[in-house]
């Protein structure tokens, strides 16, 4: 029986999945998945896996300091999965890579070759791309005979429009690869295939989806694919997330650089590590946390949350020419009733109305009965997609050894 893991790393946690392969068509079976939350310095991260079953294996928080970083993260899922699984054989592990760069718009092995060429964008992605590529060295050393593959966030957004694809300065710098790349891709491609499944007649239509979470963007499709994103060259661009800034006028950037006297990496943790929701509540990134404090400042700073991603939903329906269908998905996206009524408050002007029992109890369609637009709330499911691209690539490796 063949068997892969998943790994996600994301900017404050790493999902992970253990799938059981049932045949080249069929979906992967998810046996265990589970993640590891609120890694860093101070923090008290917390681990909890559960079976395909629903049972919850473990549901722990880790004493302060206990998991810093994301190296020491992925250390401890693997030390459960194998107390979890001792005699599985993994057959295959794939990596959430957030940056593809203008090179690889799909799946792909992982070699030295192409680990070389992924570490030279971690500056586009500093929060990310450096935890993808050590949880890659890591799997690699760990499970030598697996074969290790890398997902791209980037790669469903390869086929911007130019418009939406480039910026105002001297093309020679879209021929070096400054373009706008999009990220959350994994995300985007779970929702635009569920809705395939669950509602064809929307998935052809104009949809907005909102990935709401710690990394936060919002995407526009047109039937299932994408035309426009809130994130651009790097994953700063667009809405305020956890710590980063989110859409910011460049001259800021050069007040940092001339007025304050910053180097280039005091600016880069500035923008990354201090800003968004943490730097304008200077309480924490964590929306549970802001939504219980009650602070003024906890308060501007999910009014200005909110606020941001009504005006970028404003720009993706002129984008796409219209909206039919309205998604909520992501850590923020998927649990808080609060955020979803705000964002969608007054917006009857371009069809939406939400019902608020639904929206209290996160129901699957959370709009009215009369709204012209359909708003859900689907969980997206990352590991799914990569476990999907492990399956891909085993049976193309098989049917070529045949």
């Not at 722990?60 to 699984?85: C, I, S, W």
Request: hydrophobic content about 40%; overall charge negative.
């Amino acid at each position: 029986m063949s068997h892969v893991l998943t790994l996600n790393a994301g900017s404050s946690s790493l999902k992970f999945g253990f799938f059981r392969l049932n045949g080249t068509v069929e979906d992967p079976d998810p046996r265990i998945v589970g993640s590891i939350e609120r890694i860093g310095a101070g923090e008290r991260a917390h681990i909890k896996a559960k079976r395909q079953d629903g049972f919850v294996l473990i549901d722990q928080e880790f004493g302060r300091n206990h998991v810093p970083d994301h190296d020491t993260a992925l250390a401890r899922a693997v030390e459960f999965l194998k107390e979890q699984r001792p005699q599985a054989k993994l057959d295959a592990v794939g990596h959430r890579v957030v940056h593809g760069g203008p090179d690889y718009d799909e799946p792909v092995e992982l070699t030295q070759t192409v680990m070389d060429r992924l570490a030279q964008f971690e500056p586009l992605a500093p929060l990310h791309q450096p935890h993808n590529l050590a949880g890659a060295r890591a799997a690699l050393k760990l499970f030598p005979e697996a074969v290790q593959l890398a997902c791209f966030d980037t790669a469903f957004h390869r086929n911007h429009p130019w418009v939406n694809d480039t910026f105002a300065i001297p093309r020679k710098y879209y021929d070096q690869g400054v373009r706008r790349y999009g990220f959350h891709g994994l995300s985007y491609q779970y929702i635009s295939e569920t809705l395939h499944q669950i509602a064809p007649h929307l998935h052809m239509g104009r949809t907005v989806v909102a990935h709401l979470g710690n990394g936060a963007s919002m995407c526009g499709l047109m039937g299932g694919r994408s035309v426009a994103s809130t994130m651009g060259f790097s994953a700063l661009d667009g809405l305020p997330m956890g710590t980063r800034c989110g859409q910011l006028d460049p001259g800021v950037l050069l007040y940092m650089l001339m007025n304050e006297g910053m180097t280039p990496a005091e600016i880069e943790d500035e923008l990354y590590r201090k800003s968004g929701l943490l730097g304008l509540s200077g309480l924490s990134n964590d929306m549970r946390t802001l939504e219980a404090a009650g602070t003024e400042e906890a308060r501007q700073a999910i009014d200005y949350f909110v606020f941001r991603i009504r005006r970028e939903l404003g720009g993706l329906v002129a984008a796409l020419g219209g909206i039919s269908t309205m998604v909520f998905c992501g850590g923020i996206g998927e649990n808080s009733a609060l955020i979803r009524e705000k964002v969608c408050a007054g917006m009857g002007w371009i069809g939406m109305e939400l019902d608020e029992t639904r929206n209290m109890r996160n129901e699957r369609i959370i709009s009215t009965d009369f709204s012209r637009v359909r708003i859900l709330i689907i969980p997206t499911d990352e590991e799914i997609v990569i476990a999907r691209a492990a399956r891909d690539m085993l049976a193309r490796r098989a049917e070529a050894a045949a």
